[in-house]
């Protein structure tokens, strides 16, 4: 009885050793130092963020140039460019899809600002009219006031013959 409770407290310590690591400050690569594992254990998956950074560093020097352009011309560029170095499925024809809409939005701008400086030529127009018709009325309104004053002059003389 005495060897089975020996038999369970030397499992019993293993467990805990087990579950606590023996360098807990160790990382992967210095535990792989200390310790033999095999080689697959210590390859790791590569991050997208890292894959993005080095896959980035290896374009060319005058993309971010072209990227900050305002230019779409230099953005299809670009695109291009990297579906000739990473070819994807389905990708020359969706960005082909892509600059097509973007033609037929900018032709649709373009014939809304066309539609625009003729309205604005039709309003200039129309103020033109109003300003000529306010000034017309005007000069309605002075030949008017012109002819009473006289036919006021003109019976204030006939008051003054009549009481004469």
């Known amino acids: 009885m005495s060897d089975l409770l020996n038999y369970l407290q030397s499992i019993a310590a293993t467990s805990e050793k087990l579950l606590e690591p023996e360098n807990p400050n160790a990382a992967r690569f210095t535990d792989a130092v200390l310790h033999t594992h095999a080689i697959t254990d210590l390859i790791r998956d590569t991050q997208k963020e890292e894959l993005i950074a080095a896959e980035f560093k290896s374009l060319p020097k005058d993309w971010s140039e072209r990227l900050a352009s305002e230019n779409p011309a230099d953005?299809?560029?670009?695109?291009?460019?990297?579906?000739?170095?990473?070819?994807?499925?389905g990708g020359r024809e969706y960005l082909?899809?892509?600059?097509?809409?973007?033609?037929?939005?900018?032709?649709?701008?373009?014939?809304?600002?066309?539609?625009?400086?003729?309205?604005?030529?039709?309003?200039?127009?129309?103020?033109?009219?109003?300003?000529?018709?306010?000034?017309?009325?005007?000069?309605?309104?002075?030949?008017?006031?012109?002819?009473?004053?006289?036919?006021?002059?003109?019976?204030?003389?006939?008051?003054?013959?009549?009481?004469?």
């Open 96 to 164: 082909e899809t892509l600059v097509e809409k973007y033609n037929l939005h900018m032709s649709g701008i373009e014939n809304l600002e066309n539609v625009l400086l003729e309205q604005k030529e039709q309003l200039q127009q129309l103020e033109k009219r109003q300003t000529d018709q306010v000034s017309a009325r005007e000069n309605i309104l002075q030949r008017e006031t012109s002819e009473i004053q006289r036919l006021e002059r003109e019976i204030e003389k006939v008051k003054q013959l009549i009481q004469s």
């Open 75 to 89: 953005y299809v560029a670009c695109i291009e460019e990297l579906l000739d170095i990473y070819p994807m499925q």
